[in-house]
């Protein structure tokens, strides 16, 4: 037996309004069609419904029985057919994957998410967190779009990049470590330092980050390595060495245990924004106009 669901519907307004002209009123159809419709239903299932007299319509005990399974079988229906809305508009909303290797470029990164979703109030944005190395892997799999990540970086040329922010670096220390309490240092003083670094990555750019070799000709001593910025921390936290990283990172990974040093006399951090060079995703190229036009090293053009 097969009976359609605006069938199903039909016998449940009729029940709410015992009353076929206006039932049929609020199903857009006539009181004749309406009718032959319950009559079709009545002869399927085999019993009646419905007691129809010229001054009243009123529901048998079988069509008692029948109401609250009909309604509960519209509301299923109801739902799955919200389900599929809801699953098409997921579908075709335009979606971004937004990668950030350490704090990104710190609050421009938040300001180009926001100013993202108003222009395109309809765009599914997900955020994900990558190690060191990861901007060339994440962007070639599409397991990201976009990448904020830290410059110097070795990257081929399928892949573009664009400077969007530059904070000085800083020295990161326990707080009971002897230059805790300094407002700033030179890189010369922290000599005599265990340095923990990123490890597995371009020996270039690791060197680079830990300003090795130091303006006197001086080498870094190297600790313990981590593959993430919060591992990073967490030796230093430890006691296990000092490390250096951009100054966003004392506003998002503060943490009790730690203190943060300006350095005074080496490059600043460079953030860099990166995509590959032939996307189709026109969420990317949305992106990039927006990081482009607040970033404070670019004309917004």
């Excluded at 704090?103 to 979703?117: E, F, H, M, P, R």
């Excluded at 309809?122 to 967190?129: G, L, N, P, Q, T």
């Excluded at 936290?237 to 490390?243: D, F, I, K, Q, T």
């Amino acid at each position: 037996m097969d009976v359609p669901i605006h069938t199903i519907r039909y016998f449940c307004v009729l029940a709410d309004e015992l009353h076929f002209g206006r039932a049929a009123e609020r199903l857009s159809i006539t009181p004749p069609s309406l009718s032959q419709q319950i009559s079709k239903l009545e002869d399927q299932i085999g019993v009646r419904l419905f007691d129809r007299s010229p001054r009243k319509v009123e529901l048998t005990a079988h069509g008692r029985e029948l109401l609250p399974l009909a309604r509960r079988v519209q509301d299923d229906h109801e739902q799955v057919l919200a389900w599929a809305r809801a699953t098409r508009r997921d579908r075709d909303a335009p979606s971004l994957r937004v990668g950030v290797v350490a704090a990104g470029a710190g609050v421009l990164t938040t300001q180009a998410i926001a100013t993202t979703l108003q222009r395109v109030p309809s765009a599914r944005i997900e955020m994900r967190r990558l190690g060191f190395f990861d901007v060339i892997e994440d962007l070639d799999s599409a397991r990201a779009d976009v990448v904020f990540a830290p410059w110097p970086l070795n990257l081929p040329p399928r892949i573009r990049v664009e400077k969007l922010w530059s904070e000085p670096r800083v020295l990161v220390v326990p707080v009971g470590h002897r230059l805790a309490d300094r407002e700033a240092i030179s890189i010369l003083e922290a000599a005599d330092e265990i340095f923990v670094a990123a490890g597995g990555g371009d020996p270039e750019i690791i060197d680079w980050w830990l300003v090795d070799p130091r303006p006197d000709g001086s080498r870094a001593h190297r600790g313990p390595t981590a593959d993430s910025v919060e591992g990073l921390l967490e030796l230093v936290a430890a006691g296990a060495g000092v490390n250096i990283a951009g100054e966003s990172a004392a506003h998002h990974y503060r943490r009790a245990e730690l203190a943060y040093l300006p350095i005074t006399d080496i490059e600043p951090a460079t953030i860099v924004l990166c995509t590959l060079a032939d996307s189709r995703n026109p969420m990317v190229h949305t992106f990039r106009d927006t990081a482009r036009t607040l970033s404070p090293m670019s004309d917004g053009s």
